[in-house]
């Protein structure tokens, strides 16, 4: 099988990649080639070179907020709950930060985690810091979130916005888990759009603050978040966050909820992900 990558994330690694070694692990020999060489092409929303080339199937993926156009492609791999009449894969981002096939990493994203940490976590239950922020993208919704937290208490903050961003999810984990609290809303709000943050900060125990559409509590256990859609006002919310931060039983309560609703989501929809892209090739 002769497959191509164009228009995706930058750094990425055509030859070793989370879609190479899923075609690998249900059967296929693949051959990383050229674009204008291939029999499939993979493509995303970065740029649109994927138009130059006519393969015999063009499968579109997507790390940000962003539909699949099916005049464009055959099928797709999206954060999406909608199937699409049956052209569509939900495949969200998150899905893409645990080690499915025993890498430790890629080009991007560098690390993944090992899936027995989703089950034992070696991340500390004792936190130096309140709370976290990693970002680049400091919009008024997240902004306004920090300045109401950084009124209580100091915040470490990472980012574009502050002259010190870091690359590597493993400098990410390092950080936020040093802290009770990770400030990670979603760049926007889709029904299905859930990046690595919220898994990132889960992974690291530390408590998210999250928001993003309602449906999150599909994918992830609502009990071990602070969900911003749950509290009528910010002295409601802050009233709890202090009530936690002044509470290490009640702390302990939160980031030792289980990630996922149930023991195996999350191996049940990577199944299913296998199962449905060995149905379209």
């Not at 994330?9 to 990383?32: K, R």
């Not at 009449?85 to 499915?100: A, K, T, V």
């Not at 936190?127 to 919704?141: A, D, L, Q, R, T």
């Not at 449906?215 to 009530?243: H, Q, T």
Request: aromatic share 16%; charged share 25%.
């Amino acid at each position: 099988m002769k497959v191509a990558f164009t228009d995706l994330w930058e750094p990425f690694d055509p030859s070793t990649n989370f879609y190479v070694d899923l075609l690998q692990s249900i059967g296929h020999t693949v051959e990383v080639v050229n674009p204008e060489d291939c029999e499939i092409l993979f493509y995303s929303c970065y740029t649109q070179d994927h138009r130059k080339y006519k393969p015999k199937m063009k499968i579109y993926v997507t790390g940000e907020n962003t539909r699949p156009n099916f005049d464009e492609c055959d099928y797709s791999l999206t954060f999406d709950f909608d199937d699409y009449e049956g052209r569509n894969i939900r495949c969200p981002l998150w899905m893409l930060q645990l080690d499915w096939f025993d890498k430790g990493g890629y080009t991007n994203p560098k690390f993944v985690s090992p899936l027995s940490h989703v089950e034992t976590n070696p991340y500390p239950t004792e936190k130096e810091h309140f709370c976290s922020i990693v970002v680049n993208n400091f919009f008024p919704e997240r902004k306004a979130m920090f300045d109401l937290m950084s009124r209580y208490r100091p915040i470490i903050t990472v980012g574009k916005p502050w002259g010190n961003w870091i690359y590597g999810e493993d400098e990410k984990f390092n950080i936020i888990s040093k802290a009770k609290f990770n400030i990670c809303f979603e760049n926007t709000k889709y029904p299905g759009y859930f990046t690595e943050k919220p898994i990132h900060a889960r992974l690291a125990r530390t408590i998210p603050i999250y928001s993003a559409d309602p449906k999150y509590a599909v994918d992830f256990n609502p009990k071990g978040f602070m969900y911003i859609g749950d509290f009528g006002s910010p002295d409601a919310f802050m009233k709890r966050i202090e009530e936690i931060d002044l509470s290490n039983d009640l702390f302990l309560e939160y980031i030792n909820q289980p990630i996922f609703n149930t023991p195996t989501y999350h191996i049940d929809l990577f199944n299913d992900i296998k199962e449905k892209v060995k149905k379209i090739l």
